[in-house]
Structures are given as structure tokens and as C-alpha cells.
């Protein structure tokens, strides 16, 4: 079968890479999912990446505990490239080609992030993993996400989580909760909707990229979805309410 998109932006949470453990990365889990990024990327179909650094240390919850929280955010972005460097050389151990470009000047770890040259490696088959988020302080990787995504002309966001989607309410706090298969941007704004934080979904809706999210631990899901099956939750302008 046909992948329904030609070039993606895959968002992963840091949490994604340490699977059940509480920190850090675990390898078993990093390797399957380059084994499920290198399935979809045979498909034909040109990857960005963009990971969080939640696993390794997160900014906002440093300077809840008295860290200065521009400070936090940069350490933040260091956890981003640790991660950048795992998922980069688990790929590359099954003979896909990447780039890992980075937000901030790191030199001698990675090159640094520059939009046509992406998009060359895009095209020239190689995965993209863009690391240290935006390079700005207050900005997240949900940010970062949808700037890379809209930067790239990707078709699509694919933010991969731990939940199935998005729901009404919090599913573990409220029983009736439901799972949205669509809803609009405006709807994710108004209601504060956990879906990505306001700066992503401004950005998102502005440029018209739509987002899926859906649950990267169940395996196989990446590729359900580029082969056009409707999991989890599509962010869209003037879907359902
Ligand atoms: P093409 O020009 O399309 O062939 O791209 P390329 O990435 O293969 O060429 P380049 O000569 O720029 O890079 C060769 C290798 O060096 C790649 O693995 C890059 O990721 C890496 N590289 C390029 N620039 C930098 C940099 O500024 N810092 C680091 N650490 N690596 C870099």
C-alpha cells in the first residue's frame, strides 16, 4: 500500500524514549522506534523529528524548585540533544542516513539548523532530527514541532504521546470522557484542550498544518496512520466541535 503522505514532522515527548523506566533513555525502546521510523521512511515518505528532553530535565518544573527558568529552558534543550544523538544513532544502525541540526550552536555535536539545508537532506533521503528546540527560552518542543513542521512544508504533524488522543475531559480523573476522532484548532484554544500548548496550535492554525495525535507506545501506529487509517485525534480548522 501507498503512504498517504510524501513528508512528515514526527513530534516524540522526551518520555517516549524512556519507556516504563521514570528517567532517561531506554535503549530497547529507543530501537524499536527506529525500527518503526525506518519502516515508514522505506515507504518513500521524507521524516523530520523533533524530541523533547522531559526524560533528561524539564525547564518549567526546574524553576517551580527555584532554578532560574531561562536557564532551566537551556538545560532543557541539552536534553533535547542527548536524545537527538540516541534516536540518530539507533536509525543509522539500520542503514538510514541522518542529520541531527541543531537550534543552538553546538558545532562539534551536530550542524546547525538551517531551512534549505533540511529540506537538501530531506530530499536526498536522509531523516532529520532537529534538536534544541526553537533555541529560545519559553518556547516548547510542541513549538519547536509545528516552526520545523511549517518550515519544511511538511503535510502533516504527527505528535506522538502516551494517550490514545485527545479526550473531553482528562480520562483518568472523569469516566465520561470521549475520545475526539476531529476537532478544530479554535475548539483545542477555547477550551484548553491538552492537545499541544497555545503557541503550537496558534502556529499550527495559522499555517493551516494539521496535526494527528496518537499513541506512539502501542506499536505499528506510525504506520497506520501513513497508510491513511484514522487513529487518534485530528487537529483541524473547522473540524467538529
Ligand atoms: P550534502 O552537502 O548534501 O552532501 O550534505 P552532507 O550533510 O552529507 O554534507 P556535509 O559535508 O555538510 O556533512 C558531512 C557530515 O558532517 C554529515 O554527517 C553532517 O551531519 C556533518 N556535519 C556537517 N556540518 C557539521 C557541523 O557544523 N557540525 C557537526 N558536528 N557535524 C557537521
Not at 89 to 103: C, N, W, Y
Amino acid at each position: 500500500m501507498d503512504a498517504r503522505y510524501k513528508r512528515i514532522l514526527l513530534k516524540l515527548s522526551g518520555e517516549a524514549l524512556e519507556g516504563d523506566k521514570e528517567f532517561g533513555i531506554d535503549p530497547a525502546v529507543v530501537r524499536r522506534l527506529a525500527n518503526e521510523i525506518v519502516e515508514v521512511h522505506r515507504m518513500g515518505v521524507e521524516i523530520g523529528i523533533v524530541i523533547g528532553g522531559g526524560n533528561i530535565f524539564r525547564g518549567v518544573s526546574g524553576s517551580k524548585h527555584g532554578l532560574d527558568r531561562v536557564t532551566g529552558d537551556y538545560m532543557g534543550m541539552l536534553a533535547t540533544l542527548i536524545n537527538c544523538l540516541s534516536l540518530q544513532d539507533a536509525i543509522e544502525k539500520k542503514g538510514v542516513p541522518t542529520r541531527v541540526m541543531s537550534a543552538i550552536e553546538v558545532k562539534e555535536v551536530a550542524e546547525p539548523f538551517i531551512k534549505r539545508k533540511a529540506v537538501r537532506h530531506l530530499e536526498k533521503g536522509r531523516i532529520v532530527i532537529f534538536g534544541a528546540g526553537t533555541g529560545n527560552p519559553f518556547f516548547t518542543t510542541d513549538t519547536a514541532a509545528a516552526l520545523r513542521a511549517v518550515e519544511i512544508n511538511a503535510e502533516v504533524l504527527l505528535k506522538g504521546t502516551k494517550v490514545d488522543g485527545v479526550y473531553t475531559a482528562d480520562p483518568i480523573m472523569d469516566s465520561s470522557a470521549n475520545l475526539l476522532k476531529q476537532v478544530d484548532y479554535m475548539t483545542v484554544l477555547e477550551r484548553g484542550l491538552k492537545v499541544m500548548d497555545s503557541t503550537a496550535i496558534s502556529l499550527s492554525m495559522e499555517n493551516n498544518l494539521d496535526i494527528i495525535v496518537f499513541n506512539i507506545k502501542k506499536k505499528g501506529n506510525l504506520k497506520r496512520i501513513i497508510l491513511g487509517e484514522e487513529l487518534g485525534t485530528k487537529v483541524i480548522k473547522g473540524g467538529k466541535r
